[in-house]
């Protein structure tokens, strides 16, 4: 299903065939935050659901402030920061470290700080220009732009993401239906159904003998 799609079902489900209380542009607008709210309770099952992979120049710092690099725009977070290496392979994810701590180091093994929810910084400065010189791994935030832009989800999600955004479209008007919270749980339930935290190598049994003193 598609935004369009979806806009069309949503449009069925308020009761209203032409735009006249909602706007296509309110609904789009609903649909994203709908979005939102399946990514969450997605992640709640497979924080690993959802993942996108960039790539930015390593500049030279000859200043402190070229030092910062900017997060993508809706990140959540990162997964890992890595360096091209001189063999043209990026290395391990880095250690991250308190952003007080890069202040004093100078040298020692690469690592990475957080700045805030929008920078961060490698630590000791990168002392040479690398186009691509550095891969992030991070967890973007679900959105369609576009009608033809598929549902982020798993087509057994689809009508799910269109009944977060009828309550929320409802939620403008000051009502509510019940039903359609009953069903949205049943779908939200479902989840471990199309995601998993893993489905080849099984989490290993491990003993716990500590008994508590």
């Known amino acids: 299903m598609n935004r369009g799609d979806a ?3 949503l449009r069925r489900r308020l009761q209203e065939y032409s735009p006249d209380l909602w706007l296509n542009t309110d609904l789009n607008r609903a649909l994203n935050f709908a979005a939102m ?4 309770e997605v992640m709640k099952v497979d924080p690993e659901a959802f993942r996108f992979v960039d790539r930015t120049d390593i500049v030279n710092a000859t200043t402190f402030e070229k030092q910062f690099y900017e997060f993508p725009a809706g990140c959540w977070y990162e997964s890992a920061v890595q360096i091209l290496g001189d063999d043209g392979k990026y290395g391990k994810p880095l250690v991250r470290i308190p ?3 890069v202040l004093d180091r100078t040298d020692g093994e690469p690592r990475y700080a957080r700045f805030d929810r929008s920078y961060f910084l490698l630590s000791p400065p990168p002392d040479a220009d690398r186009a ?22 798993h087509t057994g999600l689809h009508l799910g ?5 009828e309550m929320i479209a409802l ?11 009953k069903d949205l749980a049943r779908i939200i339930n479902s989840i471990p159904q199309y995601y998993l935290a893993s489905g080849s190598t ?12």
């Open 171 to 181: 939620g403008d008007s000051g009502e509510a239906r019940d039903d359609t919270l």
């Open 7 to 9: 806009r069309d079902q």
């Open 37 to 40: 709210e399946m990514q969450k």
């Open 202 to 213: 099984p989490s290993a049994l491990i003993v716990d003998l500590d008994k508590g003193y």
């Open 99 to 101: 952003y007080l701590e």
């Open 132 to 153: 691509n010189g550095i891969q992030l791994t991070w967890t973007p935030t679900l959105t369609m732009a576009n009608n033809i832009d598929e549902l982020p989800f």
């Open 161 to 165: 993401v269109v009944m977060f955004a």
